[in-house]
């Protein structure tokens, strides 16, 4: 797997005790690439039978509201 870089990236504002607001993005370069890799099979000749690769998450964003119910 060739190296790569992400970019996330959030932002979090606390109201008290009971609200939590956050805006935030995962992989915000849309960046392609594999994030895991498998070999199956070994053979003799020092390779595989076969190989698959996981691809990553595209780039990802929202919004998270969270209330607690059990502060006052």
Known sequence: ???Y???????????????????FGNNLTDE???????AVGATSAGGS?????NPNIPMTYGLKLTYNFGAQ
């Open 49 to 53: 039978l076969w190989k698959f690769a």
């Open 1 to 3: 797997i060739e190296s």
């Open 32 to 38: 392609e690439h594999f994030s895991h890799t498998y």
């Open 5 to 23: 870089g992400l970019f996330d990236a959030s932002i979090t504002y606390d109201h008290g005790d009971q609200w939590t607001v956050a805006l």
